[in-house]
């Protein structure tokens, strides 16, 4: 998880490149854009949990990490 400045870098080149693809290449394509720790708990709970708390969270420019932890019925 990053903060929300490397976010946008990451989904700005997410764009660059698929508007670079020739026509030909267009199609489904899965490319990793890491998100905030605030999106991912809303991910989250738009999936189905009923809690999402956030039990970790070292959110730096040069390496980051985070964990949630998710309950349900």
């Given amino acids: 998880m990053v903060d ?5 870098q990451y ?5 660059r490149i698929i508007q ?22 809303e991910l989250l709970l738009k999936a189905g949990f009923d809690e999402v708390q956030i039990f970790y969270k070292n959110i730096k420019p040069t390496g ?5 932890t998710a309950h349900g019925n």
């Avoid at 989904?11 to 764009?15: I, Y």
């Avoid at 026509?23 to 991912?40: C, E, K, L, N």
């Avoid at 980051?64 to 949630?68: D, I, K, P, R, T």
């Fill in 4 to 8: 929300e400045a490397v976010m946008k």
């Fill in 11 to 15: 989904q700005d080149r997410f764009k």
């Fill in 20 to 41: 670079d693809l020739p026509a030909r290449d267009s199609g489904y394509y899965h490319i990793d854009i890491p998100f905030t720790v605030a999106i991912q708990k």
């Fill in 64 to 68: 980051s990490g985070a964990v949630l």
